[in-house]
């Protein structure tokens, strides 16, 4: 899906990552820096590092794993539940589609969903939020935003003892202290990125000239770009180009002309790319056509963001995106749907991360989404159901 600006705000997390990103290539808003991603003493062609990525990325590409989820937990409980999803912006594919998955497993296990759509602005969030209060239910999501930006509503949900889930509310799975979340649903970061970056080096046999585009306005992204640059730069040969920093609200205007200057000085040069969320490629499909680029050819681009169905959309056409590290949405929701009923039975946080996958248009079979085997039965024998 396309990147939340406002959902990963953590100076936490970025502080841990300092020392990392000093030592990689910088950015700073409006900027572009180039370089070589030399870090890494493998020798010419990075064999090992090379050998290691390909199983990774194999291992990433498959769709027939079995269920690796909880296969424990509480029976359904009993009455008629009411939860509320408070959404940063429903017009979110990632966001709408989590919700979806919430839905679909709350009609399974018997409670009842209402949504009430931020409409994608700190106002409108905190109203939805305040109105979710209101309504008293036995549990809210807080869907894609940073839980810091509500943290008056968070407070009295937390005084009312009204469990809260995030869905890539905070930077990390698992349960939250600060701001108190019962857990947070999503992939683990880390994960994203290393994978998205050991998927270049495999492609390009440890050969490739890379630009990563970033938003760096967004310490959740600029973290994540920093892991990605650290991945690359185990492979002595993969050579960085440069990284783009692209506002994500400035992208539609700003990425074609980026785009258009990169061909220009790159040229050959340029043969992929890693960007923190899909929507980049989108934006810049017109200016690589213009430059003459064949939608399946250089430069081959995959995205560490959400996979929505416009990036699987372009990666089924060939048109200018080759694969993308997506969330399972679907089966996200039916696990924050587990999650609120393991609170309710006063039980923890399953621990449940959802793995890295990449999406192709050799593996994707033509989905526009990705969505995992197994997960609905094993929740319904968890339930009861």
């Not at 683990?188 to 998927?199: L, M």
């Not at 043969?271 to 430069?299: E, H, W």
């Amino acid at each position: 899906m396309p990147y939340h600006p406002s959902r990963k705000q953590s100076v936490k997390a970025v502080a841990a990552l300092a020392v990392l990103t000093a030592s990689l290539t910088g950015c700073v808003r409006g900027s572009q820096m180039g370089g070589s991603a030399t870090a890494g003493s493998s020798k010419a062609g990075c064999p090992s590092t090379l050998a290691r990525a390909k199983q990774a990325v194999a291992a990433a590409e498959a769709t027939d794993t079995p269920w690796h989820g909880p296969t424990s937990g509480p029976r359904a409980v009993s009455g008629r539940k009411t939860i509320v999803y408070v959404a940063d912006t429903m017009t979110n594919p990632g966001i709408s589609g989590a919700a979806q998955g919430v839905r679909e497993a709350a009609k399974t296990i018997g409670w009842k969903i209402r949504v009430i759509d931020g409409q994608g602005s700190p106002a409108g969030v905190q109203k939805a939020f305040s109105q979710a209060i209101a309504l008293n239910p036995a549990g809210i999501v807080i869907g894609g935003f940073d839980p810091k930006t509500t943290s008056e509503q968070v407070r009295q949900a937390n005084a009312r003892n009204i469990p809260l889930i995030g869905w890539h509310a905070v930077d990390n799975p698992g349960p939250s202290k600060n701001p108190k979340l019962f857990t947070n649903v999503t992939t683990d970061v880390k994960e994203v990125a290393k994978i998205s970056a050991d998927w270049v080096i495999a492609q390009s046999n440890g050969t490739a000239g890379v630009v990563v585009f970033t938003d760096a306005s967004i310490p959740f992204a600029d973290m994540k770009a920093s892991l990605i640059k650290k991945e690359l730069g185990t492979c002595s040969d993969v050579n960085l180009l440069a990284t783009e920093n692209i506002p994500i609200p400035d992208s539609s205007s700003r990425t074609p002309t980026e785009v258009s200057s990169l061909l220009a000085r790159y040229r050959n040069k340029w043969t992929y790319s890693v960007a923190i969320n899909d929507l980049y490629f989108g934006d810049a499909a017109p200016a690589l056509r213009s430059g003459g680029k064949q939608g399946g050819g250089t430069p081959f681009n995959i995205g560490a963001g959400d996979g929505d169905s416009s990036a699987f959309q372009r990666i089924n056409d060939k048109q200018f995106q080759s694969a993308t590290v997506p969330e399972p949405l679907n089966e996200q929701g039916w696990q924050i749907i587990d999650e609120f009923n393991r609170a309710f039975s006063g039980k923890p946080a399953s621990g449940y991360v959802a793995p890295a996958h990449i999406a192709t248009a050799k593996n994707s079979g033509g989905a526009s989404t990705w969505d995992p085997k197994g997960y609905r039965e094993a929740y319904r024998k968890l339930w009861g159901k």
